[in-house]
């Protein structure tokens, strides 16, 4: 079984590719709102404000729209949705435009619009679930789902950049919106079926997420490492005397990662889907302590490739756990969950190495971002195997 298979699959290319336009939308909102709110204000200030409200309603409040989704469905919850979004988008890039429009209101439709983001990855993986009933299958759906909404970041901030170019950020602005609407609106009209609905509403007493204990912290302790990578290489970068090497540096943790995915989208893997994340997390972590004494910038690349190479691999394992872990109506929270403790500890992993860097060595603060996916992965590991029963309803691709 191949990529191919997955995307054979039938409405699957239509459904992805309606979930992977929407959700460029997110590779794009960032950089231009930080833009239009600095053109606007003339504050750095302000804008950090406009952007950290944003990213901190739409990261945390994202399980409790996942549950509106579970419980009510696409059309009903996630298109009325994504279509006010689309609206506050417009809304911030009209007042962008205006020559003296207020700090406060840049402030509150941002965060407005952090309230309303759709959930468009958690619904695409509930997706793949209903698609590929085969546990193989899946495993590659969420490998090369993982793989190609890194590359939609990572292509983003470019269109951003072409659009300042010709014309100015609110334009970037626009632009998120539209492809959020029309992403949605082609994902909710897209032949699947969606577990949610009325269905849903009446098993909610019985229904919920479970087992996701052990698991949001190893998700958290990848989002550290992330986070605090991109500080430490910008600092080590520095200190070696090669500051134009960071782009590249962290060009190749992207690659790693696309790498590790499609990779480990590609293996049959026999073994526990828990087990599995446990070693890649420590993997990660051994990585992550290795590149702290890279030498030059050449060492310093190849080592965060190898870093990156675990990333996206412990990200699809989380995703498929959760997915297995929740019932059916709350497949799209499950996700959530995972999403939300990833970005949680990318903003704590940069918000501490932030404070770290300066103080104590580049070498240690990369160790330090290492412990506590180190930590996870081992008190995973060892609750995985304490717990009776072998590989349960984590083993993937074993049959």
């Given amino acids: 079984m191949s990529y191919a298979a997955v995307l054979r699959t039938p409405h699957a290319l239509r459904t992805f590719g309606a979930a992977l336009l929407g959700r460029l939308s997110y590779g794009t909102v960032s950089l231009s709102l930080v833009l239009t709110a600095k053109d606007a204000s003339g504050s750095f200030a302000v804008a950090g404000t406009v952007v950290a409200l944003f990213g901190v ?43 003296a429009c207020p700090d406060w209101l840049f402030v509150a439709l941002g965060g407005a619009a952090g309230v309303c983001t759709p959930p468009l990855g958690p619904v695409m993986r509930t997706l793949w679930g209903q698609l590929l009933p085969d546990r193989a299958l899946l495993q590659r759906a969420f490998s090369l789902d993982g793989v190609a909404e890194e590359l939609l970041y990572v292509c983003g901030p470019l269109i951003v950049g072409a659009l300042v170019t010709l014309w100015d950020a609110t334009v970037g602005i626009a632009l998120s919106a539209v492809l959020v609407a029309v992403g949605t609106l082609a994902l909710v009209t897209a032949p699947v079926p969606f577990p949610g609905g009325a269905g849903g509403r009446k098993r909610r007493a019985r229904g919920g997420v479970r087992g996701l204990g052990g698991l949001l912290p190893a998700a958290a302790g990848v989002g550290i490492c992330l986070g605090a990578l991109d500080l430490l290489v910008v600092a080590r970068t520095e200190e070696l005397g090669r500051p134009g090497t960071v782009a590249w540096v962290m060009a190749a943790l992207s690659a790693g990662s696309a790498v590790g995915g499609l990779a ?41 490739a190898l870093a990156g190479l675990f990333v996206a691999p412990a990200l699809t ?83």
Avoid: H
């Fill in 317 to 399: 394992t989380a995703y498929l756990i959760a997915d297995e872990a929740a019932r059916p109506e709350a497949r799209t929270q499950a996700g959530a969950w995972v999403n939300t403790a990833l970005n949680a500890g990318i903003s704590g992993g940069t918000a501490a190495v932030g404070v770290l860097v300066g103080r104590l060595p580049l070498a240690l603060c990369f160790a330090g971002a290492a412990v506590p996916v180190l930590c996870a992965a081992a008190v995973y590991g060892a609750a995985r195997t304490a717990r009776p029963g072998g590989a349960g309803r984590g083993a993937v691709g074993s049959g």
């Fill in 57 to 99: 309603t739409s990261v945390f409040l994202s399980p409790a729209r996942a549950a509106l989704i579970d419980r009510y469905g696409l059309r009903r919850a996630l298109a009325p949705m994504a279509g006010l979004y689309a609206v506050l988008l417009v809304l911030l890039a009209v007042a962008g435009r205006q020559p």
């Fill in 264 to 304: 480990n989208g590609a293996v049959s893997w026999r073994g526990s889907a828990k087990a599995r994340l446990a070693l890649l997390g420590g993997a990660l972590g051994l990585a992550m302590v290795l590149t702290g004494f890279a030498a030059n910038a050449y060492v310093l690349a190849g080592l965060t």
